[in-house]
């Protein structure tokens, strides 16, 4: 096996890992699609479909990355959640992970969103109502980011059939 097959498969597992990332927040996602697709470019041995799949992947890339964060922090101002529900979400999801598997993250991430906001308004009905928006604020965000990791990973797969016929 050559060096160029060697660094397309492990590049290969890498975007879809990064995919999965998109969605599953413990993974590395959209970052490890650019620096895979980077790496495809200098080392694949692709040549110029190499660096031309870099360009349109980063674009598909960078263009998730801001989607996901303009998306969830606009839905976030909108219903005034502030970040450190948010940041305690985060902390109780990465306890939850620890602490029931598979579905911990998520579990925790909700409780911590919501025990925040209740300290917050102090209004059970209305934490429920915003725990309830963040959550779906993040998950506008996140499908927004996988839709445009799947381009990314899709402009590869492409640029690997087109390399492969030059």
């Known amino acids: 096996m050559n060096p ?15 995919v999965a990332g998109t969605i599953i927040p413990v993974l590395p996602g959209s970052t490890l699609i650019g620096l895979s697709l980077l790496a495809w470019a200098i080392w694949g041995g692709a040549g110029t479909t190499g ?7 980063l674009v598909f890339v960078l263009a998730g990355m801001a989607a996901g964060a303009v998306l969830t ?22 306890v939850g992970m620890f602490i029931i598997p598979v579905v911990g993250l998520f579990v ?9 906001e209740l300290h917050r308004t102090r209004v059970l009905r209305t ?15 996140m499908i927004a980011e996988f839709g445009l990791a799947c381009l ?14 030059a």
Not at 51 to 57: L, N, R, T
Not at 108 to 116: E, M
Not at 127 to 141: E, M, R, Y
Request: proline content about 1%.
């Open 108 to 116: 925790g991430f909700a409780a911590g969103l919501l025990l925040s």
């Open 152 to 165: 990314a990973a899709s402009t590869w797969v492409i640029g690997l059939w087109a390399a492969a016929a």
């Open 51 to 57: 660096w031309v799949v870099f360009g349109i992947g």
């Open 73 to 94: 922090g606009r839905r976030l101002r909108e219903h005034k959640i502030p970040g450190r529900s948010v940041i305690a979400g985060l902390v109780l999801g990465v």
């Open 127 to 141: 934490a429920v109502a915003s725990s309830w928006a963040a959550l779906k604020a993040t998950g506008l965000g």
């Open 4 to 18: 160029e097959t060697v660094v397309t498969i492990l590049c290969g597992l890498a975007i879809l890992v990064g």
